[in-house]
């Protein structure tokens, strides 16, 4: 049943991208609306493969890499729909999520693992705070990195995307999800300090996945210094965002699969 509800939402979020890419490939109405309509249902049966992976392997999906990319989508496609109901222009990043979301899914099941058991100190409400935290933080710059690319695309042509912002909003949008980020990974970083302390007996070890997670945070905060203290805005923020998106993918991923730590 587990494995029905993944294919479920994994056919969901590629219906959802063929209906966004129509949307914006051929300015079909009926794209955006059936693309968020078909993103809004494949929560569910993802919602369900999660449960049913949480019951079968006793702990929550933080301890395989397939485990992990599953539930970062399942954030991702959340995250998207509750800030459409903030700001109704954000609709139209759906176009950005969908394929992300189907990417993603196709990765996690590449990665699939059977049960494995966690070790005792991931049993802690501070570690549940860390990955939560680090899940929302992932989602926020990648909304972000979609509202740059979205700029970038209608500083090209302004009619490309007709139901998505203006630029200057789109700019705006960026910022905020930016800054959004940038207390998310403050968060996960001071929460992952203190499950640390509980755990190994030290708030800080200089472990590659906290260095580089310090990293990006300061990386954050220099871009949000340009921003806001040099009113930097445009062509060089959307780019800064992508800069910003990267040092966070490797710090989610790429140390943690390729370096050797005791996060692993």
């Not at 990417?103 to 802690?124: C, D, H, N, Q, Y």
């Not at 580089?212 to 959307?238: D, E, P, Q």
Request: charged content about 10%; some cysteine; glycine content about 6%.
């Amino acid at each position: 049943m587990e494995s029905i509800l993944f294919w479920s939402a994994v056919t969901l979020y590629a219906l959802a991208t063929i209906a966004w890419f129509a949307w914006a490939a051929f300015g079909k109405p009926w794209g955006a609306t059936a693309g968020q309509a078909l993103l809004t249902l494949g929560l569910l049966p993802h919602a369900g493969s999660l449960a049913m992976r949480w019951v079968e392997v006793g702990h929550g999906p933080y301890n395989t890499r397939y485990e992990v990319i599953s539930a970062d989508t399942f954030i991702v496609v959340a995250v998207w729909l509750v800030a459409t109901l903030v700001a109704r222009g954000l609709r139209g990043l759906g176009v950005f999520v969908a394929p992300s979301a189907f990417l993603l899914m196709g990765w996690a099941v590449s990665t699939f693992e059977l049960k494995r058991e966690v070790p005792i100190i991931f049993k802690s409400w501070w570690l549940v705070m860390h990955i939560g935290f680090a899940k929302l933080f992932f989602a926020a710059i990648l909304l972000a990195a979609a509202c740059a690319a979205a700029w970038l695309v209608k500083e090209r042509n302004p009619k490309a995307l007709a139901k998505l912002p203006s630029p200057e909003k789109l700019d705006l949008y960026a910022h905020q999800f930016m800054i959004i980020s940038f207390l998310f990974l403050g968060v996960m970083i001071a929460a992952g300090a203190l499950w640390a302390h509980q755990s190994w007996g030290r708030y800080w070890g200089w472990d590659p996945i906290e260095t580089s997670a310090l990293v990006t945070w300061i990386v954050f905060g220099i871009v949000l210094h340009f921003r806001v203290l040099h009113r930097w805005s445009g062509r060089r923020m959307a780019w800064l965002t992508f800069v910003a998106l990267a040092f966070s993918v490797v710090t989610l991923f790429v140390v943690a699969i390729l370096v050797p730590t005791i996060h692993n």
